[in-house]
């Protein structure tokens, strides 16, 4: 529970107006609404949770909002990062965010750190605010979050979404269980998709933000029982909430400092290997495959490996369908060899990475092939605009 001096805290006659359905709430009043506005929060990302856990906080009368982010808004983010608008696309989110959170509360104070957080700079950026809230995506940053958090002493209210499904508790508060906790080892590269590969349905960060943004609260309150010690789980396509029990590891390494999260979550040997596996791939340029397209040839099989849910959004005219998943298990080798029998093989995905990773599994078999440098996404850039971009 935070103890702010409450003495020199005033409301203007306005925020009275603004605030009414707060005052008269008994577990809020004036006190919490004071309390409110003597609260500093960090919110570090301005995505999909970020965007609606900022957009209710500012609402709700927070008196310090600190934004950490170093992305640009994108068409695409505009299906579920709901602080953002068509008008803002290419300019970046915390500008954007900072303009919305002044239109909905100009009572706000918005603080922006237009830097990608680090073990440099982490501990800095966190110390001056009482709550953080994680609204990242990737395992690198949750981690160095969480270890600031423990490392300051302040609460840390996370999220997580996924397709269809979202997790939220609150970490490193009061005694209770951190990140490490949930996950003491991150998974292997490559293992949990991100959105862009997996996808998200466009409301199930609002929810989960919201939720985030209702624990942040009442942590500014010291009001209700918080999420701390209980994971909740959501699935909204069978609108299924359940929660599990989370418990501190008496066992856990101690967390003393920061360290290198790319190292430990494997990221620079992942780009090795990876580095490693298309040196070992011939490439070809989209330019080079539309003069083969062209020239009538017929004695070569373009493979597409992307899911088919990929394939109907766009396709290059006469590839065939083999998704890596379908290789990575071995049925799709058969279905390749079967397809090749003889033909020149080349291989393409959406960014040309998956079709590396194909190639490589079909060359462990026999079968050698060429890969379409920069996928599908370079052949709309750079030959048929007509195809679309995802």
Same mark, same amino acid.
């Given at each position: ?76 983010? &505009? ?39 680090? /073990? ?10 009482? *709550? ?11 981690? &160095? ?14 999220? !997580? ?96 400092? &920061? ?7 494997? *990221? ?82 959406? /960014? ?33 605009? !007509?195809?679309?971009?995802?």
């Amino acid at each position: 529970m935070l103890n702010p001096n409450l003495a020199d805290i005033q409301l203007s006659q306005e925020e009275y107006g603004r605030y009414a359905r707060h005052l008269i709430l008994p577990e809020v009043g004036l006190e919490g609404q004071k309390r409110l506005k003597a609260a500093s929060i960090l919110c570090i990302g301005t995505g999909g949770l970020g965007s609606p856990l900022l957009l209710y906080l500012a609402a709700a009368g927070i008196g310090r909002l600190g934004i950490v982010d170093f992305d640009i808004v994108d068409s695409s983010n &505009l299906q579920r990062q709901v602080i953002h608008g068509t008008s803002w696309v290419g300019k970046p989110k915390i500008a954007s965010a900072k303009q919305r959170i002044l239109e909905i509360n100009p009572h706000c104070q918005v603080d922006l750190y237009e830097t990608r957080l680090t /073990s440099e700079n982490a501990l800095e950026i966190l110390k001056p605010y009482d *709550i953080v809230v994680d609204g990242t995506d990737n395992f690198p940053t949750r981690y &160095l979050t969480n270890d600031a958090c423990v490392l300051l002493d302040k609460p840390n209210v996370y999220g !997580s979404i996924f397709r269809f499904e979202g997790q939220a508790t609150v970490f490193n508060y009061e005694g209770g269980p951190n990140y490490r906790d949930l996950y003491p080892e991150p998974p292997p590269p490559g293992m949990v998709p991100s959105c862009a590969e997996g996808g998200v349905l466009g409301v199930l960060p609002g929810l989960i933000g919201c939720i985030q943004a209702t624990e942040a609260i009442k942590i500014a309150l010291g009001a209700g029982t918080t999420l701390s010690g209980r994971l909740l789980l959501y699935n909204s396509l069978d609108m299924k909430f359940r929660e599990l029990k989370l418990r501190p590891n008496p066992v856990r390494p101690v967390i003393e400092k &920061l360290i290198d999260y790319e190292q430990f979550c494997g *990221i620079p040997q992942a780009r090795a290997a990876e580095e490693k596996q298309k040196m070992s791939v011939p490439e070809m340029t989209v330019q080079e495959l539309k003069q083969l397209l062209d020239s009538g040839a017929d004695d070569y099989v373009l493979l597409d490996v992307r899911n088919p849910n990929e394939y109907e959004i766009a396709k290059i005219d006469g590839a065939v369908l083999v998704p890596l998943p379908e290789i990575e298990k071995g049925p799709g080798v058969e279905t390749v060899k079967s397809l090749a029998n003889g033909h020149r093989l080349i291989a393409h995905c959406r /960014s040309g990475v998956r079709s590396a990773t194909a190639l490589g599994i079909l060359k462990e078999h026999g079968l050698e092939g060429t890969n379409v440098k920069g996928g599908i996404l370079a052949w709309s850039q750079e030959i048929d605009p !007509s195809v679309p971009q995802y």
